[in-house]
């Protein structure tokens, strides 16, 4: 049991983990990092946002393909799906990144472990390798950064072929026939529409009576009519009872809220995507009193402490959006408030993307919790229809949400369905993060013809003034 000492150990390498500890060692910290995991990267980089991002932008030239190209002009024949080397592209993706984690970690100089990771003391850190051998690190500090896994729900138990997490729907070795999704939320609607792009029929069974019920609603039930139109259906209001997995398939049997009757729904594989947990099993919390809120989330003050000053928490584990992008921001924090910097993550302006297509994005408020909090605000909206560059693209649905303060003026949120949605919020983002007003954004040049003037438009029609309806 051989003992090695560091300014900070970091247990889990997702996004919160390696990029915290890439800080930690452009900072001058002696850093080790711990992964139970053969890759790193977490669920980010292996069964997560990656792998997902891949196929959508495959199956989206695949769709494009099918029924886009015809209206550019271009006319092709003999469309056919090779999704071995889909799923094989998507791999080689995963590889490079998770790959390129280790990279990181040699250049910023920091120790990588594989094994298990668990807290023995606010100052040690065993880590048990897959023969089941110990090691002890000695640590200054502890960064917390497990993550989370899929949230099984009890009615329907995953048996990992019939009915499959994400982890199983990114890698389908055939289209189904009748992909039936539990859970209308960001990863039910994308795995969704890469199946239903591919040539699945898709049902979304969602317990709400709309689709990303936290997003905002006038843009979520739009979201609906664009999805709807692609051929994805939807059954909201429905609360799911239980599953029989046969020969054949899955027989759902879910309550119609509306009215109270018993109904069913075949489909072959069904994708239980409501949610995901936080995971702290084995990490040692327990026997060091480390609070947990009811669902498992570790309970952390403002600078990301636990009840122990110098053992941190961030990402997945902790409460909150659950992101890459949040998990990596408190991962840079903790580093360098260790480092004796003012480190700070800034909640108000955490956008979340859904990546549909159209895609969805959001930063700040909705109008609903606006509502809800009794702000006075105004808002401006702007559709893609008349766009330039959507025109010319060929993807016009969608539309732009400013939501700015009645008095003030300034930005409380920002909503966009759209093509390329996800690029377009971080515009908003950095206004937000300034203290931008609407009339910021108005009065700022957005080249021509792009997307980016719809959000333009958007923050004039918040003083009445758009210019291009
Ligand atoms: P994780 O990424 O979960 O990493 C935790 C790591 O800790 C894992 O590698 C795990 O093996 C390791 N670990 C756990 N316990 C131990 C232990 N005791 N010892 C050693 N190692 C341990 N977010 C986005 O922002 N954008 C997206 O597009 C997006 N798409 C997603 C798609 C899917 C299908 C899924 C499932 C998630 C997606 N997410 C997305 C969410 C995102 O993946 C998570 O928010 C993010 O990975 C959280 O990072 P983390 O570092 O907190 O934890
Ligand atoms: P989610 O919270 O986004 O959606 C779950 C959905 O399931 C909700 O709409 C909820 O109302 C519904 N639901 C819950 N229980 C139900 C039931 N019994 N019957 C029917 N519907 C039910 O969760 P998710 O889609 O599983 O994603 C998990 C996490 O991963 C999210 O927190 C998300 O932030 C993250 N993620 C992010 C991205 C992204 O940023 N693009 C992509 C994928 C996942």
Known sequence: ????????????????????????????????????????????????????????????????AQHDFEKHGIDISGIKLNLDNMMARKDKIVKDLTGGVAFLFKKNKVTPYVGKGRVLSQNQVEVTAADGSKQILETKNIMLATGSVVNELPSVPYDGKQIISSTEALGLPRVPKHLIVIGGGVIGLELGSVWLRLGAKVTVLEYFDRLCPTMDAQLTKRMETVLGKQGMEFLLQVK????KTGKDGVTITYEDQKDKSQKTIEGDVVLVATGRKPFSEGLGLEELGIEKDKRGFVLVNEHLQTKYPNVYAIGDLIPG????????????????????????????????????WP???????????????????????????????????????????????????RLLGVHILGPRASDMIAEAVVAMEFGGSAEDLARTFHAHPTLSEVLREAALAVDKRARQS
């Open 1 to 64: 049991m051989a003992s090695e000492s560091y300014d900070l150990v970091i247990i889990g390498s997702g996004p919160g983990g390696y990029v915290g500890a890439v800080r930690a060692g452009q900072l001058g910290l002696k850093t080790a990092i711990v992964e139970k995991d053969p890759t790193f990267g977490g669920t980010c980089l292996n069964v997560g946002c990656i792998p997902s991002k891949a196929l959508l932008d495959s199956s989206e030239h695949y769709a494009m």
């Open 240 to 243: 799911v009872l239980g599953a």
């Open 321 to 356: 959006p659950m992101l890459a992008h949040k998990a990596e921001e408190e991962g840079v924090a903790v580093a360098e408030t260790i480092a004796g910097h003012a480190g700070h993550v800034n909640y108000e302006t955490v956008p979340s993307v859904v990546y549909t």
């Open 359 to 409: 895609e969805l994005a959001s930063v700040g408020q909705t109008e609903e919790q606006l509502k809800e909090r009794g702000v006075q605000y105004k808002s401006g909206t702007f559709m893609f229809a008349p766009n330039g560059r959507a025109k010319a693209m060929g993807s016009t649905d969608g539309m732009v949400k400013v939501l700015a303060d009645a008095n003030t003026d």
